[in-house]
């Protein structure tokens, strides 16, 4: 059933502290259905929040989400008020239901929740400025240092082995032994991509098993569009959309960042020409990056970011394959073929980094 089909029995379920005037849908994500509500006091401004129905495709335990989401924002707020800081504008708050549970289930089993709607803020969806791109690293490096004491090892994996790279190989290896739709014979040369550089899949991972690499709390889902900046400085204010925080790498949420802003092409674009790694976007992030970290990372986690970058972009395009061979069950789409050259694009970039290697390596060495 449609999200706002069930909007009116999850608006009840929920104290606004106010009449709902209204509830709209929000946001471009792809995953989960966001809408802003419009509240009306007595007297003063419209208050609003947001509420989202969390995708049951993508996230098979909510609870265990929700768990995740409550500790880590509540650590994020202490942490936010020693110094100094403005927790209610700096991390997020949940808004329990009117039964005291962090999210309500309605009557088909889908869950649903709320925040406060931070305002003063702006959802930038690409990084058109490079004081905006550099502007959210140091938002995410923030996080990284606000959480480097966190126990990582006590939050759920809400998507199991989300950020394994060698398993997101052996699922597009699978979907495309099944070629359910009989898709595979369209993207050979995709494929072929991808399983040239299955070594390369292992990298990280197996610094993780010999101890070189630490595990660590991560958002996993660095989008510049994850970071609500605030109007009046243009700084990153608030990390949003924590739904896939849980133990992993610093370098895979460096590593998404450069995937998502460090070119200048949209992320389904079908002229492939236009893609290409920006290394002046990628030495601003870096910098501002490790600058917002503040000494949190090992030597080895600075040393490996390059890695980040290249992983995080290869495995992406292996999720978009994976989901087009599959039937477009995880990704909205909003025509057909958009996960196919939405994993072209990340082909391509991936060839970029390759073209640019050493001077990544150099940039890195350099800001940290």
Not at 156 to 171: Q, S, W
Request: glycine share 8%; with cysteine.
């Amino acid at each position: 059933m449609r999200a706002e089909e069930r909007i009116s029995e999850v608006l009840e379920a929920f104290d606004f502290g106010a009449p709902v005037v209204g509830a709209v849908r929000y946001g471009q994500g792809h995953i989960n259905d966001t809408f802003v509500v419009h509240t009306q006091p007595a007297s003063g401004a419209c208050r609003r929040f947001i509420l989202q129905r969390m995708s049951p495709a993508a996230f098979k335990r909510p609870d265990q989400l929700m768990e995740n989401v409550i500790g880590v924002t509540e650590y994020l707020g202490r942490e936010i008020e020693r110094a100094g800081g403005d927790r209610s504008r700096e991390a997020l708050q949940v808004i329990r239901d009117r039964k005291g549970e962090p999210y309500y289930t309605d009557a088909e089993g889908g869950p649903w929740r709320v925040y406060p709607f931070i305002e003063g803020t702006v959802c930038c969806q690409a990084a058109d400025t490079p004081e905006l791109f550099a502007a959210s690293g140091r938002a995410f490096g923030r996080f990284q240092r606000l959480l480097r004491d966190y126990p990582a090892k006590t939050l759920y994996e809400t998507i199991p082995n989300f950020h394994n790279t060698e398993d997101r190989l052996a699922k597009l290896k699978a979907a495309v032994a099944e070629d359910p739709l009989g898709r595979a014979g369209d993207c050979r040369a995709e494929i072929d991509f991808m399983l040239e550089r299955e070594a390369d899949c292992s990298v990280t991972l197996q610094a993780l098993r010999e101890g070189a690499l630490p595990l660590r709390v991560t958002h996993n889902d660095t989008k510049l569009n994850n970071v609500l900046m605030d109007e009046t400085t243009g700084e990153g204010l608030c990390i949003i959309d924590l739904d896939t925080v849980m133990p992993g790498l610093a370098v895979n949420d460096f590593g998404d960042s450069i995937r998502f802003g460090a070119n200048h092409c949209a992320e389904d674009e079908t002229d492939l020409s236009k893609v290409a790694l920006d290394l002046d976007l990628f030495q601003v992030y870096t910098a501002a990056f490790l600058e917002g970290t503040g000494g949190a990372l090992t030597r080895a986690e600075i040393e490996y970011l390059p890695w980040g970058a290249k992983l995080m972009t290869l495995e992406c395009g292996m999720r978009f394959l994976t989901d087009h061979l599959v039937g477009d069950v995880y990704f909205h789409i909003s025509r057909p073929g958009q996960n196919l050259d939405r994993c072209r694009t990340q082909c391509k970039l991936v060839s970029d980094m390759e073209r640019h290697w050493e001077q990544m390596k150099q940039i890195v060495a350099a800001c940290g």
